[in-house]
């Protein structure tokens, strides 16, 4: 394939059967005629770091609120002087994005308005992100406090004794309207500093490229990265209940972690102990928090029951399993100095110094806001959908309690309107009529869109990548792009990546597309996944090495292997559609490749 | 005919012979032996010459250099105390034509063998075997084989090496070869190329002693160079080694396409590995002599240094680094008979010649304000950095 550029949005063939799969999402996001000429202008790359799979309506919600706030952020707060937000469609149920760059005449201006507006969130950021925990955790609160339970037969009498006049039904339509607002919020807040966050983490790492031309990334990354970080607590707590279920000598009650038994007083104090950790910490999903399926482990306590097994086997085999937080400390010490140290002039150890420096105060946002947002908000977020959903289903408006997931946003206030009005009168409601059968469309289209293999890209690609945000946070550059334009070329065998994690190591493939599916995993195994979750932690100790499509330098997987130890490639773009489960293949974390050998 | 040439003057130089104290009192340290783990650059660096010198660094930086010891230019000044031996080589080059290759050859040669048939003075053999004999207690082998290597001391000129051949005499085995090739070591001084080379420049014959090294000899499994830098671009993170089987000789030669790889020296991870075909390599035969022998075949096309050595010699080349303030080029060698974790061991280290003569430019261009660093970053394409 020689040809330099993707197939247009306009002459995608989809999948059979799907007519109408436009109205699953909101008209805005759609290709089409409106902005045919716009669009057909522009590169477009499907997310599936993100949404890997074909978004539900309501899936399709988080996609729309996070990409519009990432870019809210870029052009409107902060006017980062080259790039203005990242536009977002949905193509047969997949999420399209492109980034949008500024008229190169304008930048000049932006860069008073950045440096002012930027610099005061550099020069204050301490200050800011503790005050971004405690309007994080309200919003929680806030979100969790939401009643979505099903309408009374009567009021409670205070509403009538203290003289409120306005009664569940209102309360139903506004908390379901508040609860929209407070996910736009949350996402808000999502974007508040990552890209500042970036920035100046791409500042530290340009200089780092330029001293050290062969600088591996995840030589930057390690310099930066926090040795204590809330995104591993999750994890540490599974270790902690792990010894202490040894210690209790209820060890062999998790031999089956779908059938544990904890009766008796050492199961109650192991319970009590379970109870401390599970908020906030295992609001924790088993994906990235963007679907509806994914699992979270307070809910699916199976889940982390398996990785505590896990956890057990290898106390019982007297492995010591703590983190050595003082050795990562000292290797990060000691990797800091090296790298201080080679450096050729004082003026270049100081500019080193200054710019670490920044880069460590604001990493811990740009490592935390990942359990803060995706999986502890996200927790919330998806149980109250749910806890709507089967109050729908409850009261005969939907057929199904996850019925919910296949109506638009917008779409479930028509659905309140009805079922509120028709409370209020006491009388019939038409929803099931009217949406039984459009759902059950919906359904099928979706499914049939799950099923489909959308293309890598969309559109003409720029001749060179230098969008920031899509390097940084995509890891997509101008070698990706290259790479998927031509992949039909080379050698069948052998894929490339980014070396996200050093070291070598051959063994079998096995390959996981969901969640649930990572316990399958046998020890010494080699994990070959579209992308993974840091909720999968528990198992890097297990697999030998790790394969993914999507990721850049930042990626969960990236950070979590190098934790770990663990060679990794990531954003190889093809790992899944080319290795197939129980291939032997061989990962090269330090340049990045990965062969299958047999 | 050359009256330039003579070596004039070797009496007066004898009649003020150097010595040195010894910074420990200790018997195996005398005027004419100095033990490299006890080198004192202060008191040793002028009677010991460059490669020497350089060895006795590398121990006061515990870096893991095989034991030794030189034999110092006292010794070998003392041969000169022998007026007919002077009398003979100062008749000796006064005969040459310096046109006349072949016949400088053969002059070279009558100088050596003249050096060589001289007996060497009493208390400096005595010396040499008591030396040697201790190194082989020391290693609890009775014969321990030992490379011998001349290491010409010229204080004042800047470029000895040239001006004094290097000869290196290895797998070298009882007190009386090793006092043979010192012996040998010394004659080296007046080969063809050194004469005609001293000759060139002006230097006179005598301005240059020779010291001789006697290390204790390694049984490579695998040997090579390592710079510790990345020869391509510069990068000071990375270690670039050469490596292939056996001996050192066959990378220094050239006889083979050594296996090239990248070490990154502060992660400590092989970043990238060319293995070449290495056809052959020199070997440790079970007689004892060093053979020039074919790989087999399942050899020849394997990795000759395990990615756990090969960070072993880059964090030797790095603290090598560390210790002489300036990028290195360091010989290495990976011991068949030492355990793992203490096989690589060094062999020498010499400033980097090519990178290091580069303007050092701050990088940072002078504007510490992080937020114009930052627009800038945004602003230049990360790209182009990214490139290299």
């Avoid at chain 1, 002459?11 to 669009?39: C, H, M, N, T």
């Avoid at chain 2, 310096?98 to 009558?110: L, V």
């Avoid at chain 2, 072993?312 to 080029?329: F, M, N, S, T, W």
Wanted: proline letters at 5%; one cysteine or more.
């Amino acid at each position: 394939m020689a040809d330099n550029r993707f197939p247009s949005p306009f002459k995608i063939e989809g999948p059979q059967g799907v007519d109408g799969w436009e109205e699953l999402y909101p008209y805005s996001v759609s290709f089409g005629e409106a902005r045919r000429e716009y669009e057909e202008s522009r590169f477009w790359f499907w997310d599936s770091m993100h949404w890997g799979k074909a978004l539900t309506p309501w899936d399709s919600t988080f996609m729309e609120l996070s990409i519009a706030s990432l870019s809210q952020m870029n052009s409107r707060h902060y006017r980062i002087p080259p790039a203005d937000g990242v536009d977002f469609r949905v193509l047969y149920g997949y999420a399209y994005l492109s980034p949008v760059g500024v008229d190169p005449e304008k930048i000049e201006a932006r860069v008073p308005q950045f440096t002012e507006r930027a610099g005061h969130y550099f020069a204050n950021w301490d200050q800011l992100y503790e005050n971004w925990l405690v309007k994080v955790k309200d919003t929680i609160d806030q979100i969790e406090s939401i009643d979505f339970g099903p309408l009374p037969e009567m009021e409670d009498l205070s509403v009538v004794t203290d003289g409120l006049g306005i009664g569940s039904g209102y309360e139903l339509l506004s908390e379901y309207n508040r609860f929209k607002d407070l996910i736009l919020k949350t996402w808000n807040y999502h974007f508040e500093f990552l890209n500042l966050g970036y920035a100046a983490y791409l500042d530290f790492f340009g200089f780092c490229k330029e001293a050290f031309p062969s600088i591996p990334d995840l030589g930057i990354a390690k310099m930066v990265a926090g040795v204590e970080v809330d995104l591993f607590r999750p994890n540490e707590e599974l270790k902690v209940l792990a010894q202490k279920a040894v210690d209790l000598g209820i060890a062999r009650a998790f031999d089956d972690p779908a059938n544990v038994d904890l009766a008796g007083d050492a199961g109650a104090e192991w319970q009590a102990a379970w109870a401390e950790a599970e908020d906030p910490w295992f609001n924790f999903t088993s994906g990235n928090g963007f679907y509806h399926f994914d699992k979270i482990w307070r809910d699916y306590p199976e889940i982390p029951y398996a990785f505590i097994r896990d956890y057990i086997a290898k106390i019982e085999a007297g492995d010591d399993i703590s983190r050595p937080i003082e050795e990562i400390r000292a290797e990060r010490d000691r990797i800091v100095d090296e790298y201080r140290d080679l450096l050729g002039t004082d003026e270049d150890r100081e500019a080193f110094d200054g710019k670490l420096g920044l880069a460590r105060v604001v990493f811990p946002y740009v490592e935390n806001h990942n359990f803060y947002i995706e999986h502890w908000t996200m927790s919330v977020v998806w149980r109250k959908v749910k806890e709507l959903g089967a109050t729908l289903a409850k009261d005969g408006l939907m057929a199904a309690d996850d019925d919910i997931l296949f109506l638009r946003r917008d779409e479930v206030n028509e659905v309140l309107w009805d079922y509120y009005s028709n409370w209020a009168v006491n009388a019939p409601t038409a929803a099931a009529h009217h949406w039984g059968p459009k759902i059950a469309r919906r359904r099928e289209i979706h499914e049939r869109l799950s099923a489909w293999q959308p293309p890598k890209a969309l559109g003409e690609p720029p001749e060179v990548i230098t969008e920031p945000f899509t390097i940084m946070l995509w890891g997509i550059t101008t070698e990706s792009v290259q790479n998927w334009l031509g992949s039909d070329d080379g050698d069948e065998n052998a894929l490339t990546g980014m070396a996200a994690s050093p070291g070598t190591a051959e063994g079998i493939a096995r390959l996981v597309f969901d969640p649930e599916d990572v316990d399958e995993l046998v020890d010494g195994e080699i994990l070959v996944a579209p992308i993974t979750a840091p909720s999968w932690a528990p198992v890097f100790p297990k697999i030998r090495a790790c394969v993914t499509d999507i990721g850049g330098m930042m990626s969960h997987a990236a950070i979590v292997c190098r934790e770990y130890g663990v060679p990794a490639v990531t954003g190889t773009g093809f790992a899944t559609n080319k290795i197939k489960t129980g291939d032997r293949i061989r990962v090269d974390g330090s340049s990045g490749t990965v062969t299958i050998v047999g | 005919m050359c009256e330039a040439c003579p070596i004039i003057d070797w009496e007066h130089e004898l009649t003020t012979v150097r010595s040195f104290v010894a910074t420990r009192v200790d018997s195996a340290m005398t005027d004419h032996i100095v033990w490299f783990d006890r080198y004192d650059r202060d008191l040793h660096k002028g009677f010991v010459g460059g490669k020497n010198a350089s060895l006795g660094e590398m121990m006061m930086a515990e870096l893991p250099v095989p034991p030794g010891f030189a034999v110092t230019t006292n010794a070998y000044e003392s041969i000169w105390r022998d007026g007919d031996l002077v009398d003979d080589i100062n008749g000796l080059l006064r005969g040459i034509d310096h046109d006349d290759h072949a016949a400088n050859i053969e002059t070279s040669r009558r100088i050596r063998a003249r050096m060589e048939a001289v007996p060497v003075p009493d208390e400096v053999a005595a010396d040499i075997t008591e030396a040697y004999e201790a190194l082989c207690r020391h290693c609890e082998i009775d014969d321990v084989a030992v490379a011998v290597r001349s290491s010409a001391t010229a204080e004042d000129l800047p470029d000895a090496s040239f001006a004094g051949q290097q000869d290196t005499y290895l797998w070298i085995r009882s007190a009386d070869e090793v006092i043979h090739h010192v012996r040998r070591c010394w004659s080296s001084l007046f080969t063809d190329r050194a004469i005609a080379y001293r000759h060139s420049m002006g230097y006179l014959h005598h301005s240059i002693a020779m010291s001789v090294g006697v290390q204790k000899m390694v049984d490579p499994v695998a040997a090579g160079v390592a710079f510790t830098l990345n020869p391509t671009n510069g990068d000071r993170s990375q270690v670039a080694i050469d490596a292939a089987w056996g001996l050192g000789e066959a990378v220094v030669s050239g006889e083979v396409t050594p296996d090239n790889f990248l070490v990154d020296k502060v992660l400590r991870e092989v970043v990238k590995r060319e293995i070449s075909d290495k056809h052959v390599e020199y070997r440790l035969t079970p007689d004892g002599v060093v053979k020039k022998l074919p790989v087999e075949e399942e050899r020849r096309t394997q990795p000759s240094v395990t990615d756990e050595d090969l960070v072993g010699v880059a964090i030797l080349a790095r603290k090598a680094e560390k210790h002489y303030g300036c990028p290195q080029d360091v010989e290495w060698a990976i011991d068949r008979h030492l355990p793992a974790g203490e096989n690589v061991v060094m062999l020498q280290s010499r400033p980097e010649t090519v990178w290091s003569q580069k303007d050092v430019k701050a990088i940072s261009r002078g504007n510490g304000d992080p937020m114009s660093s930052i627009v800038s970053t945004l602003l230049s394409p990360l790209h182009d950095k990214n490139k290299n």
